[in-house]
């Protein structure tokens, strides 16, 4: 069964970067589409970016367009989410979860990782 684990959070001031990676045990990512969620403190989880299977498409919320960006390194198994330009509302638990259909941003998501904490603060 596909395992997830993330890696990459951590304590930023706001305009900076970090990258968060998506790694797979036991099965082939690529084969595989890969969301990313996130859940601040008191709110709802909300869908940040997904990359469907062999890269055909990518989605960004509104609030991370231009920001984030979602790939995928095959030899590595890893999808990575680059985050530029941070900002304090990007504060949350972020996740990666993986299904086997499509299109990424309308399936339910099967396989999920631990979590990893951003926080954007001066």
């Known amino acids: 069964q596909l395992r997830l684990v993330e890696s990459g959070g951590g304590l930023v001031q706001p305009g900076q970067s970090l990258r968060l990676s998506c790694a797979a045990i036991?099965?082939?990512?690529?084969?595989?589409?890969v969301g990313w969620f996130r859940q601040a403190p008191g709110k709802e989880r909300e869908g940040v970016s997904c990359?469907?299977?062999?890269?055909?498409?990518?989605y960004y919320a509104d609030s991370v367009q231009g920001r984030f960006t979602t790939a995928r390194d095959n030899v590595k198994n890893t999808v990575y989410l680059q985050m530029n330009n941070l900002k304090p509302e990007d504060t949350a638990v972020y996740y990666c979860a993986a299904a086997p259909g499509g299109p990424c941003n309308l399936i339910e998501y099967d396989y999920w990782g631990q979590g990893t904490q951003v926080a954007v603060s001066l």
């Open positions: 036991r099965d082939t990512l690529d084969d595989y589409a």
């Open positions: 990359i469907s299977r062999s890269d055909i498409t990518t």
